[in-house]
């Protein structure tokens, strides 16, 4: 007599009848589900937008396979690459990646609840960064990004994840980056800016220094109540159903001077009609290492003192602190770095 198939039957009966366990066991499927495209980059960029056409695909270094991403930050652009997928609402994602490089990004953003990131000072081989979310009771799009930071080299990321619930339409991605922006009719308050069209995509976003200023329905604009003999930066973005693209290079722009009166921002005199405009990292050391305020030469116009760190990765805070002595040794004094801001003011830069 065969007294096995009571006993097996009984096992999978008592299996089923646990409570919450086939509920789990399907959960657990499609929580693998990986809703990025090509997160391996092995298809090159596909489905991936990288601002200031700051990224491409190299074989070497890589993760795994034959191809990872590489980015590089330049002037005012961060080079973000970023991705939108759909997702489910109210479920929960892990968002994980591998990336080499300094200050390196990796987050989400449009969750629904709390956006995301966590990044890396400094990993000189491949380091795995990883963070979970939970989409809000309506999120069915979520962007996915890594990025950089300003002066601190190409990075590099590979097999990029976002593992979670399945989307219902699939990946969906915002317009591509405006290229070609120029300004021309610069007045004393006043810039023109025009850029080239973005299929896709049903309006643009105008920038400046940073912050949007203006939305467009078209490839151009005005943008008025500027400060004259002041330097700008400007950038712009297209935008469609599926979110916004990243922001376009900046155009330096410095106004003409203005009818009589005195200059605030760095002396008496005016600025020519093409300014040199710099960034001087007076917040940290690199590669190049620390120029003091008072060795800038004189052809610069325009001195941008940089850069704000981040307090947390998270907060999204910022503060400006001057290189410590112990990593810049020939950093100036408080007393003579305001002294060689006075100076350069007193021969009409802008500091």
Same mark, same amino acid.
């Given at each position: 007599?065969?007294?096995?198939?009571?006993?097996?039957?009984?096992?999978?009966?008592?299996?089923?009848?646990?409570?919450?366990?086939?509920?789990?066991?399907s959960?657990a499927?499609?929580?693998?589900?990986?809703?990025?495209?090509?997160?391996?980059?092995?298809?090159? $960029? !596909?489905?991936w937008?990288?601002?200031? @056409?700051? *990224? %491409? +695909?190299?074989?070497?270094? =890589?993760?795994? /396979?034959?191809? &990872?991403?590489?980015?590089?930050?330049?002037?005012?652009?961060?080079?973000?690459?970023?991705?939108?997928?759909?997702?489910?609402?109210?479920?929960?994602?892990?968002?994980?990646?591998?990336?080499?490089?300094?200050?390196?990004?990796?987050?989400a953003?449009?969750?629904?609840?709390?956006?995301?990131?966590?990044?890396t000072?400094?990993?000189?081989?491949?380091?795995?960064?990883?963070?979970?979310?939970?989409?809000?009771?309506?999120?069915?799009?979520?962007?996915?990004?890594?990025?950089?930071?300003?002066?601190?080299?190409?990075?590099?990321?590979?097999? $990029? !994840?976002?593992?979670?619930?399945?989307? @219902?339409? *699939? %990946? +969906?991605?915002?317009?591509? =980056?405006?290229? /070609?922006?120029? &300004?021309?009719?610069?007045?004393?308050?006043?810039?023109?800016?025009?850029?080239?069209?973005?299929?896709?995509?049903?309006?643009?976003?105008?920038?400046?220094?940073?912050?949007?200023?203006?939305?467009?329905?078209?490839?151009?604009?005005?943008?008025?109540?500027?400060?004259?003999?002041?330097?700008?930066?400007?950038?712009?973005?297209a935008?469609?159903?599926?979110?916004?693209?990243?922001k376009?290079?900046?155009?330096?722009?410095?106004?003409?001077?203005?009818?009589?009166?005195?200059?605030?921002?760095?002396?008496?005199?005016?600025?020519?009609?093409?300014?040199l405009?710099?960034?001087?990292?007076? @917040?940290?050391?690199?590669?190049?290492?620390?120029?003091?305020?008072?060795?800038?030469?004189?052809?610069?116009?325009?001195?941008?003192?940089?850069?704000?760190?981040?307090?947390?990765?998270?907060?999204?805070?910022?503060?400006?602190?001057?290189?410590?002595?112990?990593?810049c040794?020939?950093?100036?004094?408080?007393?003579?770095?305001?002294?060689?801001?006075?100076?350069?003011?007193?021969?009409?830069?802008?500091?």
């Amino acid at each position: 007599m065969d007294r096995s198939r009571p006993l097996l039957a009984l096992l999978t009966a008592t299996a089923l009848a646990v409570p919450g366990l086939t509920a789990l066991s399907s959960a657990a499927r499609a929580a693998d589900a990986d809703v990025l495209t090509n997160g391996g980059f092995e298809s090159g $960029l !596909s489905g991936w937008t990288c601002s200031a @056409s700051s *990224g %491409t +695909t190299v074989n070497s270094p =890589v993760h795994s /396979g034959s191809s &990872a991403l590489q980015a590089t930050p330049a002037g005012s652009d961060d080079a973000q690459c970023a991705q939108t997928v759909s997702v489910q609402p109210n479920s929960q994602y892990t968002l994980a990646g591998y990336v080499r490089g300094s200050y390196v990004y990796l987050g989400a953003s449009g969750t629904g609840t709390t956006d995301v990131s966590t990044w890396t000072q400094s990993a000189p081989d491949w380091q795995k960064l990883s963070t979970t979310f939970t989409t809000g009771p309506s999120t069915t799009k979520v962007t996915v990004y890594t990025h950089g930071w300003y002066g601190t080299g190409a990075y590099d990321a590979d097999d $990029l !994840s976002l593992t979670g619930p399945g989307g @219902s339409g *699939g %990946t +969906t991605q915002p317009p591509a =980056v405006p290229a /070609g922006l120029t &300004a021309s009719s610069v007045t004393s308050s006043s810039v023109a800016l025009s850029w080239s069209a973005v299929s896709g995509a049903t309006g643009y976003a105008v920038y400046r220094d940073g912050v949007k200023v203006q939305s467009a329905s078209g490839t151009s604009a005005t943008v008025t109540g500027l400060t004259a003999s002041t330097a700008y930066s400007f950038q712009v973005t297209a935008v469609n159903d599926a979110g916004e693209s990243a922001k376009s290079a900046a155009v330096v722009v410095t106004t003409s001077t203005g009818g009589s009166g005195g200059d605030p921002g760095g002396g008496s005199a005016g600025l020519p009609a093409h300014a040199l405009v710099g960034y001087l990292h007076a @917040s940290f050391a690199n590669g190049s290492g620390y120029t003091r305020l008072a060795d800038v030469p004189d052809s610069w116009d325009v001195i941008d003192l940089a850069f704000a760190e981040p307090t947390s990765p998270t907060s999204g805070d910022v503060e400006f602190t001057r290189c410590p002595v112990t990593d810049c040794p020939n950093a100036e004094s408080d007393a003579d770095f305001k002294a060689a801001i006075k100076a350069k003011q007193a021969a009409g830069k802008k500091v």
